[in-house]
């Protein structure tokens, strides 16, 4: 592998993270509050690593595919690195633990927070924080694939590795055209959920962060009390439906909305999404109903949001769930472990791998009943190998097993055992908030230092989809790194002898 080609790419990245601070200070100036230094500062200093190896680094068309892998996983690990700089530069609350942790929160769309008076942010400070969500939420490498001239066949490895092969589908256009396109969907829902907010009584500011955070499906808002802080219906309908869209597969949305192609339900995933939402919110509903001090308008209101929130991985909130029966709270954590659909920019296990964890089980009843037929698995008539099957099982699996390891950590670290496997669940899904003492009207403040770096890692696992993050540990990736690396030494040495 080519160091100095993985550190040109990465650059790239870099600027655009560089001019979304310099924006960042431009409103901090405009509102003339205090954090414009500390987002100048990060900006430039930004700007500058990401511009050197793209001057010094001549471009290469063509890149290998353990190239691409290293480009993005170190794409996005330096990513929230440079993004926690505003963080630490303000001070405050923000040591170095806690700043990454806001950082990887909002670049991986979790919405945890580690913030106990988010109000007393400055404006500038604020849109940089949603706007890690709104950068995260497309996916690092494919903002800058959108926005870049064409980039070859590099483009197309980069593409290929940072979108999974879940979101993949429902594309039938270019690496170039898929980029735009889901550019396109997700300017466009991010605007429109914009003019709406605002039509329905919400300032610009708030209007536009929250946007930011929606149809990212990460959940930061400026407000310390989330959505609950407005206590309006308006505003709470306004962005449950925008978080419904957002947790639709993006090229789905597309074809349906712009090529008319057909409607949502043709997609038995989509319709599978549905319907399990609306379940989760009569169960909810039903659960909160028997509560003799709540009212069941209000059940309604309260719980529909809730499952709708963590079902898509948003993580906003207008009521403490914290305080809520234990049937609605299991369904919360079951859709917190499902979230929403593949291509879309929600997290968790995806409503997909669902679909073939159920059509898979159904199969096996099938077979087991006729054991010499042939039981094709088909999703939307597309037939589904076994070996795509065996790897959506084993991705459930892997998922459960860094759920259960990450919440008996925190365990062993004091958290008791409801914030510590609600939390893991939480951050491995990049839903936001848990229950107990990191409950939708609690931080995660009290969670021990060490303890936020699990979190953190458990926040990457469930963003770059666990493998590609497992894949960077390996030896065998930093031996093909080292290997050029260590030549072009030898030859910078054995040159400077003569």
Avoid at 192 to 209: K, P, R
Wanted: with cysteine.
């Amino acid at each position: 592998m080519r160091p100095d080609v993985i550190l040109r790419y990465i650059g790239m990245v870099l600027v655009m993270l560089g001019a979304f601070m310099l924006l960042s200070a431009a409103v901090s100036l405009l509102y003339k509050d205090a954090a414009v230094l500390p987002l100048a500062y990060s900006g430039v200093i930004t700007l500058l690593f990401g511009m050197f190896p793209m001057v010094f680094v001549p471009a290469s068309p063509k890149i290998t595919s353990n190239e691409g892998l290293l480009i993005v996983v170190a794409g996005w690990l330096l990513s929230c690195l440079f993004g926690a700089l505003p963080y630490i530069f303000w001070g405050h609350e923000f040591t170095f633990t806690n700043a990454w942790f806001e950082s990887v929160s909002g670049f991986t769309t979790t919405g945890s927070s580690i913030l106990t008076e988010i109000e007393s942010l400055p404006h500038g400070l604020l849109l940089w924080r949603a706007s890690t969500h709104w950068i995260g939420g497309l996916g690092i490498l494919i903002f800058v694939l959108s926005v870049l001239p064409a980039m070859g066949v590099a483009g197309m490895v980069l593409f290929r590795i940072e979108l999974s092969p879940l979101a993949r589908d429902n594309f039938r256009q270019s690496m170039r055209e898929t980029s735009r396109i889901l550019l396109y969907v997700y300017g466009g829902l991010t605007l429109a959920e914009t003019i709406a907010l605002v039509a329905v009584g919400m300032n610009l500011f708030d209007a536009v962060t929250h946007s930011f955070a929606t149809i990212a499906t990460g959940g930061f808002s400026p407000r310390n009390a989330s959505i609950g802080a407005y206590d309006s219906p308006a505003i709470e309908g306004v962005i449950m439906l925008f978080m419904l869209l957002s947790g639709v597969h993006f090229g789905l949305l597309f074809s349906t909305l712009i090529q008319r192609r057909g409607p949502f339900w043709k997609s038995v995933v989509f319709r599978y999404y549905v319907t399990a939402i609306l379940i989760g919110v009569v169960v909810v509903t039903i659960a909160l109903g028997g509560q003799a001090d709540n009212a069941w308008i209000d059940s309604v209101r309260h719980g529909a949001f809730q499952v709708i929130s963590l079902g898509t991985s948003t993580g906003f909130a207008t009521a403490d769930s914290s305080v809520w029966p234990p049937l609605a709270q299991i369904m919360l954590m079951f859709f917190a472990l499902q979230c929403a659909c593949a291509g879309s920019t929600s997290g968790g296990i995806k409503a997909d791998r669902f679909v073939l964890f159920g059509k898979g089980i159904w199969k096996q009843i099938r077979h087991a009943r006729h054991p010499r037929a042939i039981i094709p698995l088909r999703v939307d008539g597309k037939a589904v190998d076994d070996q795509a099957l065996a790897a959506a099982m084993l991705y459930i699996g892997l998922y459960a097993t860094i759920v259960i390891s990450g919440g008996l950590l925190l365990m062993v670290l004091g958290l008791d055992p409801l914030s510590a496997f609600s939390g893991t669940i939480a951050t491995t899904g990049n839903v936001g908030p848990g229950l107990g003492t990191v409950g939708s009207f609690e931080n995660f403040a009290g969670v021990p230092g060490p303890g936020k770096w699990i979190l953190t890692g458990t926040m990457l696992l469930g963003r770059l989809e666990i493998y590609g993050l497992i894949m960077l540990l390996m030896p065998s990736v930093w031996r093909r790194l080292a290997t050029p690396a260590r030549q072009e030494f030898q030859r910078v040495v054995l040159a400077s002898r003569r």
